[in-house]
């Protein structure tokens, strides 16, 4: 009985598999050039045909390594053709020496333009950052901080100075549910349907802690003043506080700037009352946490 039904030919799979990896590769790298920035991205919960950024950069990935695999196969399948290639072009070496340094000039302008962002191909890198940058509409859009959806509600709040019990009454007028304050921003978002932005505009107007009163001409306890070093990481890493100036920065530690100042200065740090907070590190090389710890902690 005559086979209906012929073995797989190898060579077409290959072939055919080198096309739709091309496809999809060329397809999934123009969207990687438009998306927004990562901390944007993620923040936004921004999809394209229901896929996330990670999503697509993992179809890139994904196609990239197999087209590599594919590559390998069709290389074998087609060795004879393709020494036989290669043998023709050494034997036209000469002919084509023009051709190869145009080739490889091409190559290196390519690499040079990536690195130190040389014109005319700079100017799509620029244009990528134009692109992304398009994304951003408010202030909102863009998160407080890096990976801030990562951090739990309690975390959030310390770290943007907001109150944990007006968030969670703002949180509950928004008809946003909130299982745990232990939960992170992105959890909270994914639970509800909505984007961790979102849940940031919810809080965003939670007024923070305020400070006690002073007592007698002098600075009353607070639970600023009591905090430890790892409550000034959690709370005030990467919010942009070395911008401030030192009484800035005390304020907004819930603070009087003369008993921070004292803390510096008990602790040999060279400072000027008028300078911010990231020029005084500088000058003691420190880092700006650093600097930070010394004037909200009590030693």
């Excluded at 053709?81 to 390519?110: D, N, P, Q, S, Y």
């Excluded at 801030?148 to 949180?171: H, M, R």
Aim: hydrophobic share 45%; aromatic share 8%; glycine share 6%.
């Amino acid at each position: 009985m005559k086979n209906n039904n012929p073995a797989i030919r190898w060579r077409t799979v290959v072939s055919l598999s080198t096309t739709w990896l091309f496809l999809v590769m060329g397809v999934t790298g123009l969207i990687l050039y438009i998306v927004p920035q990562g901390r944007i991205a993620y923040w936004v919960d921004w999809r394209l045909l229901g896929l996330s950024k990670t999503d697509w950069g993992n179809i890139h990935i994904l196609s990239s390594i197999l087209f590599v695999v594919v590559g390998g196969f069709h290389i074998y399948f087609n060795w004879r053709a393709f020494l036989g290639h290669l043998l023709k072009k050494a034997a036209e070496g000469l002919r084509i020496r023009k051709e190869l340094w145009i080739t490889t000039a091409l190559m290196l302008l390519v690499v040079a333009s990536a690195l130190w962002n040389i014109p005319p191909l700079g100017y799509m890198i620029d244009l990528n950052e134009t692109v992304k940058s398009a994304w951003i509409h408010d202030d909102s859009d863009e998160p407080p901080f890096g990976h801030a959806e990562l951090l739990s509600l309690k975390g959030f709040c310390q770290k943007t100075d907001l109150n944990l019990s007006a968030a969670q009454q703002a949180l509950q007028k928004s008809n946003i549910a909130v299982a745990s304050t232990n939960d992170s921003l992105a959890k909270i978002a994914a639970q509800n349907g909505i984007s961790p932005r979102d849940v940031f505009v919810a809080i965003k107007n939670a007024a923070p802690p305020k400070p006690k009163p002073i007592e007698n001409g002098t600075e009353s306890m607070s639970a600023t003043e009591s905090m430890s070093a790892d409550d000034v990481v959690n709370r005030f890493s990467g919010t942009g506080v070395g911008k401030l100036s030192l009484s800035q920065a005390c304020v907004k530690g819930g603070q009087m700037p003369k008993a921070c100042f004292a803390r510096l200065a008990a602790a040999g740090l060279t400072y000027e009352k008028d300078d911010n907070v990231k020029n005084v590190a500088e000058q003691n090389q420190l880092l700006p946490i650093q600097v930070l710890q010394t004037m909200l902690v009590n030693p």
